[in-house]
């Protein structure tokens, strides 16, 4: 099993929209890949692979109401994205206004995925004390994670 996307990297967007992926999301995301809004105000950034994979389960949802909206939200945002010679990708204007993206934003390695957000909105996120990641660790055991 290989390693997928993880750390932290502050970057800048430019005024066209562009930033700099860092390199070592570079390597693992290949030449083409999807973003698309994510969850609790961020981007998320998919290699095509690991796209395939979530569009299959999302495909397996039930067609309720909520199962479709569930689908659209995803869909109807995604965007497919190259990296240019410089190493840039364009970050869509509609898709920075969703994420409230400004010019200060930071890429989150997540396994399977990486995480685009706006450095402001991302330090305002809630942060768990030394004691709470203890009992949220705790409760993590329940679904297998171990340290």
Known sequence: MSIGFMGRFNHSVDAKGRVILPSKFREKLGEEF?????????????????????????????????????????????????????????????????????????????????????KERKSQESKYSPQDINEVADRMAEYGVRF
């Not at 240019?84 to 869509?92: E, T």
């Not at 509609?94 to 994420?99: I, T």
Request: net charge negative.
């Open 34 to 118: 999807v973003m698309t809004l994510g969850l609790d105000g961020c981007l998320f950034v998919y290699p095509n692979e690991q796209w395939e994979i979530l569009a299959e389960q999302l495909s397996n949802l039930p067609s309720t109401k909520e199962g479709r909206e569930f689908q659209r939200y995803f869909y109807e945002n995604a965007v497919s994205c190259e990296i240019d010679k410089q190493g840039r990708v364009l970050i869509p204007a509609d898709l920075r206004s969703a994420a409230g993206l400004t010019k200060d934003i930071v890429f989150i390695g997540m396994n399977k995925r990486i995480e685009i957000w706006d």
